[in-house]
């Protein structure tokens, strides 16, 4: 009886891994489907996962998320893992500005945190304060807050339009642009003001600093981000009876009623696999999805060749001592974006580097739009990192460099690009049964894993709408569907 109930139950294959692929077969699985995952590499996780370097343990790119990704809090909900992470009471970005020689370097800290004010009183103090703006930039931060909050970001137009371009018409310089509008800018949209969709700029501004006061509460794992995208999203997934293959490659999606097969090469329990499915959920990269998808499955599928990739650079720095006292902060006038020490995270003092090294530090600097530097050698980008952050961190040009790597993900997001919005599919293609999952998706988000997990509840929401499976309302309270 069991197996003739299992078999009238509708077939799902999620394709991909990440937190959208993630997201998807659990709420598929959660409506009774049965899912299978199948995932390329030997990890789930996607683009934010850990690797091992020896005994330390590595995050490939230190991945962060704010108060108001209430999509990625119900996804840590479900899986188990808030107590994993760390979010701010309230905002505090610590930045840190040099000038002058290496020799003789001036710095300066300031701060961007909130208080427990009614938007946008909250950031009012801060600013007042803030010593990398002269008091009429600050004005003119008041002004660029206050065209944001103006914004309708359901005008089609803002996408046309360049973030750089808007600020100049709404009275911004390049002081303000590079102390406030590209220090946070850059960092989520993985672009300089100029080369970024003002529709996207907007809508990480008006949701991030100008929606709620903690909405740009920041959050960061507080332990290797496979523990949570890997070991507990496995856990959860086969909990809910979706069958997970790993090193599983899909090689073939061909399209047919009643159901469509995939054919796998890899995976367990063998090469060549073939499933079936009523649908069939492809929540890969762009041009994985792209490379599967039939013919004339999307409106203007042949733009989709253009519609290009950002990297992201990350570089990590093992030193024989402590040089930073904060978890993290932001620099200005340097080369180097964001420093997070990574210390406790990675399990450093725990590894025969750690152990001959008492009080050794983990540095990773998080480097975004990294187009001019994303291939070049180890050692130039030694030769240019150490000395910035000697200049940023007295102790650090005064310690031993135990080790140095970076790691390099060449296509780690969208080209945030004006113009790019409109080549974003939407879940639901032409091909029913046929859906699309990812952070490339038109979610409205930006390429992150805020993005990713929204664009698995929408690949979800319209298989079970199509299935006639009631679909769960979205509270928009950080927790998971019911």
Not at 184 to 202: E, H, I, K
């Amino acid at each position: 009886m069991t197996g003739r109930a299992d078999a009238a139950r509708p077939a799902a294959v999620v394709v991909g891994g990440g937190l959208a692929g993630i997201t998807a077969a659990l709420r598929l699985a959660e409506a009774g489907h049965r899912v299978t995952l199948a995932e390329g590499r030997p990890r789930l996780g996607g683009l934010a996962f850990s690797f091992q370097r020896g005994d330390l343990t590595v995050d490939n790119g230190q991945h962060v998320y704010l108060r108001c990704c209430t999509a990625y809090r119900g996804l840590l909900e479900r899986l188990g893992a808030t107590r994993l992470v760390h979010l701010q009471d309230r905002l505090d970005i610590p930045v840190l500005s040099v000038t002058g020689p290496e020799a003789a370097p001036v710095r300066t800290l300031g701060r961007l945190r909130r208080a427990g004010l009614p938007v946008p009183l909250h950031l009012a103090g801060s600013l007042a304060r803030y010593p990398h703006l002269s008091a009429a930039d600050r004005a003119r931060v008041v002004r660029g807050a206050l065209a944001l909050r103006g914004l309708d970001l359901a005008d089609p137009a803002l996408d046309r339009v360049s973030f750089g371009e808007w600020l100049r018409r709404n009275g911004q310089n390049a002081a303000t642009q590079a102390a406030l509008w590209d220090l946070v800018g850059v960092a989520t949209l993985n672009g300089r003001a100029d080369q970024v969709s003002m529709a996207l700029a907007g809508m990480v501004f008006k949701t991030g600093l100008l929606s709620d006061p903690g909405a740009s509460d920041i959050g960061i794992s507080a332990v290797p981000l496979g523990t949570i995208h890997h070991d507990r999203a496995l856990a959860e997934l086969e909990r809910a009876g979706v069958r997970v293959l790993l090193r599983a490659r899909v090689a073939e999606l061909k399209p047919a009623a009643p159901q469509h097969a995939v054919r796998l090469e890899g995976g367990q329990p063998g090469n060549g696999e073939l499933l079936t499915a009523d649908t069939v959920v492809l929540a890969g990269a762009q041009d994985s999805a792209a490379a599967l998808l039939p013919p004339n499955a999307v409106p203007g599928q042949e733009r989709l060749a253009g519609f290009g990739t950002a990297p992201i650079l990350n570089v990590h720095v093992v030193y024989d001592r402590e040089v930073l006292r904060r978890p993290f902060f932001a620099a200005l006038g340097s080369p180097v974006q964001w420093v997070f020490d990574r210390t406790a995270h990675s399990g450093l003092a725990a590894t025969a580097l750690g152990r001959a090294h008492p009080g050794a530090q983990y540095l990773a600097l998080s480097q975004s739009a990294a187009q001019d530097e994303i291939d070049l050698p180890v050692a130039e980008l030694r030769r240019r990192y150490l000395p910035e952050l000697g200049r940023l961190l007295p102790a650090a040009a005064r310690a031993e460099v135990l080790d140095f790597f970076v790691t390099r993900e060449r296509t780690a997001t969208f080209d945030p690009a004006p113009g790019n919005g409109a080549l974003r599919p939407s879940a639901r293609t032409e091909v029913p049964g046929l859906l699309l999952a990812g952070s490339w998706t038109a979610t409205g988000w930006p390429a992150t894993m805020e993005g990713a997990v929204r664009s698995g509840h929408a690949a979800a929401d319209a298989a079970l709408a199509a299935a006639g499976t009631r679909v769960p309302v979205d509270r928009g309270d950080g927790r998971w569907p019911r």
